[in-house]
């Protein structure tokens, strides 16, 4: 499942330290027992993380996602300092997860189309629950010493939770929620036998953080406005699924996982107890996601958070992969937009590698850059965290640039459009001039069958199966910043509905392949038996290549005129399509070229209908826009 917590994150099985607990000594300029040590503009790591207080809590919700007529619980397992017991009280960071009890195999939908519905056969798992482990990612082993309280939570339908999970349907951001109104005294929460937990221990002050849905469940919490919630970490996070599952009406998958949709993931983390009460809400979820038209509907309304980031009164640092294909682009951007337009205190951190956490790309940076975030968003510590530009950009493998804003102040929209090359065979041009060819048209017939990397390879090779449009090379160096937009006046006859559009870097290049670990270590925090406070240190791995797609967007040509609605169209009959591609930063050098691949099944996102639509595309009428930074 690409959301999963990846098991790196948890203990290093064979490494010396995994049995030791780092020492910790005692506050040596005596800190107040009722105040957390805050000295040089940071809280300080005097609490002993082996003493810690470790305890798992049932949270009641108002909801009963499994219809059993009883409100669901959700499993919260704290760590805090030992002092809490007395009269310390700490901020508190939640760490919300579906994957603590772990996944499951379910088989994916069918890639291809033949007859609907076309949706696999699932049951409900029975047998044993998997064991859940509260081992936190890293917060706890660098923040508990630090005087704060770390925080894993199960979510609906999960590990020792109850309830149903649903790709963050309204009941599953609203258990979520309860949590932190918990911390904030305004829920309860009991132990295993029912006795009633209070957090007296908080100050009230909470953030959420986490990676991909983990990150993705702080984001869903925000958009509630609940009281408390001073600020979330969202690295890789998804302000709407729809962005993640669908595309201008085409069904569109993760990269790489075609046949992924929102209810498979609900059944992956189906980890509760008698999971068989959850088969009803799940059977519901198959049929309202509509993985027949595409189209955005109320399913996919109540999972969009960015339109409701209004209510939220704290602040966002956020964190993306700029090469990420799974959380696509278009996720960052749409969050980073919506936090804009609602003026939210808000600072991003786009880095080279794909689905990866900030921890593995920057290390201890990363860390200083969190412990400043928290400090000053939970206990108002005057750091000037805020003082500092707001997007940290990794131009190049650890090459790290700042930048006032995203997409970068200066970046205007450059047109090149689509032209003939003079000859009646493919590539063409692409120019920002009057397109040679003019009102001409030019075609391709659709093979399911291909992968994109056969299409785009060969720049100056003609294939039937694909339209290609090349720049001149570029004049001086440039960057990509921002979302490419493509226009095509075409026709299309076919089964498929679908274009797919590929913006490419053609040239010779050493690029940024993987994130990759090492036999090396590097130690940042506290260890206690297998949670360990040290990591396989990471390094970017290159390789030459001739190309690299810098973009690719889809369309379901139904819905040229709304994502939310399916107009038919006449097969043979020109209508222009306009759609964007996804959001990008990216280095161009001159010399380089930059290319237009037009496809309809991009095999590794979209569906796969049969073979044969054929696109007939006006050649001058047919465009990519693309925001471009000289330099």
Known sequence: MRLRRTLAVFGLAGVSLVSTVAAVQADPLGAAASEVAIRDGETKPVYDFAKAVREL??????????????HDKLAVYVTRPKETNGSLKVASIV???????GTLD???HPAKVTDYPHTAPWSPPTGAQPPVDYDPVYYDNYFVSRGYAVISADTLGTGNSEGCPSAIGTEEKTGMKTVVEWLTGKAKAFTADGKEVKAGWSTGNVAMAGKSYDGTL???????????????VSISGIPSWYSYYRANGA??????????????????VLTRKNAAVCEKPIREMETAMDRVSGDYNAFWDERNFAKDMKNFKGSVLQVAGINDWNVKPQNFSDLWTALGKNDTPRKLWLHQGQHDDPLYVAEQAWLDQVHQWFDHWLYNVDNRVMKTPMVHFEAAPGKWVDYRNWP?????DVTLRF??????????????FWAPGFGKKQSFVDDPNRTADSLVSGMDKVDPNRLLYVSDPLPFNARVSGTPQVTVRASVDGKSPYLSALLVDYGKDTRVTELVKTDDQWCFGDTLGANSGCRPKRVYKTAESDYQVVSRGWLDVRNRNSASRTDPIRPGKPYTFTWNMEPRQYQLKAGHRLGVVLLVTDQDYTLQYPAGTKVAATLGESSVKIPLVAG
Do not use: C, M, W
């Open 408 to 412: 970068e102040p200066g970046a205007h």
């Open 251 to 268: 069904v569109v998958s993760p990269g790489g996982y075609v046949g992924e949709d929102a209810d498979l993931h609900a059944k992956v």
């Open 218 to 232: 702080p984001v869903a919490v925000a958009s509630t406005g609940v009281p408390g919630l001073k600020t979330i």
């Open 106 to 108: 379910v088989p994916y």
């Open 419 to 432: 032209g003939s090359n003079g000859k009646p065979a493919q590539p063409g041009v692409l120019t920002p």
């Open 57 to 70: 809590v049932y949270v009641e919700t108002p909801v009963d996602s499994d219809r059993d007529g009883k």
């Open 95 to 101: 760490e919300p997860s579906p994957y603590n009890g």
